[in-house]
């Protein structure tokens, strides 16, 4: 099975395409930055007629969109999937998506709710919605709406916000998280493995993939600071608007064999 990682330089991308190498699938990665990956195929997702030919050269039996975009994620849903989903016909496309919503329990058919300009990441997140809408459109799709990602890859790089606490711990600087702002989490590992077995799976539709215990942000800082033994003094809680957004992940026991583990239990 042929499977064309689209972002395979990021940090979920270059997981799975870590984790499909060692399996020893035939796997294409494409980057649009250079990277110290020089098996990875350099790819602007905008030059559209080079990313069509990269498709139809390459022949995948699985595309997987990695790609994340804060500022032109609405440019990609507009002149870029358009085009693409003309080529992908038949083929499974497995899209990396984003929470879609505000609001506690989130199911797969939770109303997405597009954000107005003063919304943070606005671009980003409705961009992703736009996507979604023609993805379901094709007739062999899975929309993967992960938690936020977390840990450390098989690469031995570190996700973001690990690193920006990280920061804050040898400046010794306060780190201010609110107890009242609840999401969802998963390890990038766990991620990646779940979306390798939607590879060969036959599902078609949206689903949830996170641990089963939403977190607030100040607790999950604290949970990062006990596994990875560092001193979490610098994490001062507080209160702000309140934001609840986590996931259902009903449909996902139902439907996949990959056991997502627990920062909580680390």
């Known amino acids: 099975m042929k499977t064309l990682i689209l972002g395979a330089s990021g940090f979920l991308g270059g997981t799975i395409y870590f984790k499909l190498k060692n399996l020893g699938n035939d796997v294409l990665g494409t980057c649009n930055k250079n990277t110290n990956n020089t098996n990875l195929i350099k790819q602007d997702v905008f030059d559209v007629d080079s990313l069509l030919h990269l498709v139809n050269s390459y022949k995948p ?99 973001n916000r690990s690193l920006i606490l990280k920061e804050h711990i040898e400046s010794n600087e306060e780190y201010v998280r609110a107890t009242n702002i609840i999401f969802s989490i998963v390890n990038v590992n766990d991620l990646a493995d779940a979306i390798i077995e939607l590879i060969s799976n036959n599902y078609s539709g949206i689903i949830n993939i996170s641990e089963d215990e939403p977190i607030s942000h100040y607790a999950f800082n604290r949970a990062l600071c006990k596994m990875y033994g560092w001193d979490d003094s610098c994490i001062v809680p507080n209160i702000e608007k309140e934001n609840i957004y986590y996931l259902n992940n009903s449909l996902r026991k139902t439907i996949l064999k990959t056991k997502i583990g627990s920062l909580i239990e680390a």
């Not at 699985?62 to 994620?73: G, L, P």
């Not at 497995?94 to 606005?122: C, G, Q, W």
């Not at 062999?140 to 977390?150: A, F, T």
């Open 61 to 159: 039996d699985v595309i997987i969109w990695s790609i994340m975009n804060h500022e032109q994620e609405e440019e990609i849903a507009e002149n870029v999937m358009p085009i693409l989903y003309e080529a992908i016909g038949d083929i499974r496309f497995i899209f990396i998506s984003t929470s879609v919503a505000y609001e506690p329990n989130m199911s797969e058919d939770v109303k997405p709710l597009l954000r107005d300009e003063t919304s943070y990441n606005h671009h980003y997140f409705n961009g992703k919605i736009k996507s979604e809408q023609n993805i379901k459109k094709l007739p062999n799709y899975c929309i993967v709406r992960p938690g936020s990602i977390y840990g450390i890859n098989p690469l031995e790089i570190m996700d």
